[in-house]
């Protein structure tokens, strides 16, 4: 009856082991596959390109804070063609919403090439940065020239809203041009942070594997 008993222990050891191990196989398989979904090859021209197109989307909501900068050089061509292009943008009912949520779900599309989807995620964050000076602003007037009567010198809020504008524009012209290079534009303080943290890579779905792989080898060994 023992030499029995042991003789099923040992029977159903192995029958565990070998369904750990086509699990483990079944896994691994799978996470092969997920790594081979996402798109982390080098961008062909035409992807150099598409992945500057999203920046268009906060250019166009800071245009409120060059306002200043835009009319004293209304007489550029440049200007022009900026001024028609935020017509469009505006004639667009809710355009920025539309667009903040087309950016956020085509980014998270993994056949997309990654530098086209950080480059979405990055003009997410870009926009959502103009959100807050914004916000102050509105607080300040509603609080302190609203209640307590005082206004900040027309100077001043010139100079403020022309740092925010030029800060934009310098981010999405480096932006641009490290793209058109085919280098991730990942050196823009904070906001690239977060960008790189929101970033599947298939390296990250191959070091899940290893680890899933090294527990499950462990499991089998106890």
Do not use: C, W
């Amino acid at each position: 009856n023992r030499l029995e008993a042991l003789a099923r222990e040992e029977k159903k050891a192995a029958q565990d082991a070998a369904k750990a191990a086509q699990k483990e196989a079944e896994l691994a398989k799978f996470l092969e596959a997920q790594a081979d979904l996402i798109n982390d090859k080098p961008p062909t021209g035409t992807e150099k390109i598409l992945s500057i197109l999203p920046y268009l989307f906060p250019l166009m909501d800071s245009l409120s804070f060059g306002r200043f900068l835009i009319l004293e050089n209304a007489d550029n061509p440049l200007v022009g063609i900026v001024a028609v292009l935020y017509a469009l943008y505006k004639s667009i009912p809710f355009g920025g919403f539309i667009a903040f949520f087309a950016l956020n779900f085509l980014s998270s599309n993994p056949s997309i090439n990654r530098l086209i989807r950080y480059n979405m995620q990055q003009a997410i964050f870009l926009d959502i940065f103009l959100f807050f000076p914004g916000l102050i602003s509105a607080l300040y007037a509603l609080t302190v020239e609203g209640l307590g009567g005082f206004k900040i010198p027309e100077a001043l809020t010139e100079v403020g809203n022309d740092a925010i504008f030029s800060a934009l524009v310098f981010a999405v012209v480096y932006s641009s041009i490290s793209s058109l290079l085919g280098i991730a534009p990942d050196k823009i303080p904070l906001i690239s942070g977060l960008v790189n943290d929101r970033m599947p890579t298939a390296d990250m779905f191959a070091q899940d594997m290893e680890e899933f792989i090294r527990q499950q080898k462990d499991e089998n060994k106890d």
